[in-house]
């Protein structure tokens, strides 16, 4: 599976922006499948993780409430759904997978990881 980000671009802080990520060359549905984030000098940040439906998300206590996870199987998407967003969210977005479960995804473990889509927020 290739995977890759798009949607991001510049917003201001109170904004909302949706993120997509196509998956490409493998059984997308039965991937876990999750969001990261990296601002410039510090470690990338877990967002949310995603199982083979929508019941199955996963989120960092931090973030619950303003992002929300989703994926279309019919599309091969994934997306990400940021609302209320503020200057610290400003970060390079990356989608990843892992074949076997969104728990490894969770765990900062996937095996795949998508190019990066820029989110910046104008404070």
């Known amino acids: 599976v290739q995977l890759q980000a798009s949607g991001g671009g510049l917003v201001q802080a109170g904004d909302s922006l949706r993120l997509s990520c196509l998956a490409s060359?493998?059984?997308?549905?039965?991937?876990?499948m999750g969001w990261f984030r990296q601002a410039p000098g510090d470690k990338r940040e877990f967002l949310a993780a995603?199982?083979?439906?929508?019941?199955?998300?996963y989120y960092p206590d931090s973030l619950k409430g303003r992002f929300t996870i989703s994926r279309d199987n019919a599309k091969n998407t994934i997306y990400l759904q940021m609302h209320s967003l503020k200057f610290e969210d400003t970060a390079v977005y990356y989608c990843?997978?892992?074949?076997?479960?969104?728990?490894?995804?969770?765990?900062?473990?996937?095996?795949?990881w998508g190019q990066g889509t820029q989110v910046t927020v104008s404070s």
């Open positions: 990843a997978a892992h074949s076997v479960s969104y728990y490894f995804v969770a765990r900062g473990q996937p095996e795949i």
């Open positions: 995603i199982g083979w439906t929508d019941d199955a998300t």
């Open positions: 060359g493998g059984n997308f549905s039965r991937y876990g």
